[in-house]
């Protein structure tokens, strides 16, 4: 064989893969998405992050519909250093087991103005320009309706029960860990569409 006819062979191998890549959608659970996380001790839910009383979320096939405004109530302060990591689990023969897909952001704030960052992308391009700060006590932040979609696209089969966990950790001006760490967990179907 030779070396381009070789490289045709990758070609219409990776060709054919693509084809073969199907579409998911992840559905919540729960019409409010977050929950209290299970089996992580040491860290506090929602309840301790955000009051969401001013928040409206909702679900279709078009996807996640948020709009509304919430209020930090996490005790920290604004200037802060807070961290996200995020896993997807899989529940598979009794139990959540963690998958290849995770997320990890060491400054979430400078992430919230990075326009290239999936943070932007996702939530703070969203929020009135004058509410666009740090985490804080006591920081309210308003937002244009918009709709986060809940599809992607896979190689191999994602259809099951999942749940993403995110804890957001924040550290004072010496680096030092803050005593609350928020956990919170979305769970729901990944379905085939």
């Known amino acids: 064989m030779t070396p381009s006819n070789g490289l045709i062979i990758i070609i219409i191998v990776t060709l054919g893969f693509e084809a073969q890549a199907a579409l ?3 559905v919540p659970e729960y019409p409010e998405l977050s929950i209290h996380c299970t089996n992580k001790p040491g860290t506090v839910g929602i309840d301790h992050f955000a009051d969401l009383s001013e928040w409206i979320v909702s679900h279709d096939d078009e996807g996640i519909h948020c709009s509304g405004t919430f ?8 200037g802060d250093r807070v961290t996200m990591d995020a896993e997807l689990q899989k529940f598979f023969r009794g139990g959540w087991i963690q998958t290849p897909f995770s997320v990890r952001v060491l400054d979430f704030c400078k992430e919230m103005e990075m326009t290239d960052s999936y943070i932007y992308e996702l939530w703070s391009r969203h929020v ?12 309210k932040y308003r937002h244009n309706p918009f709709t986060a979609k809940a ?3 896979a190689l191999v089969n994602m259809e099951g029960r999942y749940k993403v966990v995110a804890f957001f950790r924040a550290y ?13 967990e979305v769970p729901g179907d990944i379905i085939k569409i």
């Open 151 to 153: 599809d992607g696209q």
């Open 71 to 78: 209020k930090m109530i996490w005790d920290i302060k604004t």
């Open 24 to 26: 998911y959608r992840f």
């Open 172 to 184: 004072d001006e010496h680096n030092r860990l803050r005593p609350e760490i928020i956990c919170l």
């Open 128 to 139: 009135f320009p004058e509410d666009l700060q740090c985490f804080g006590k006591g920081i």
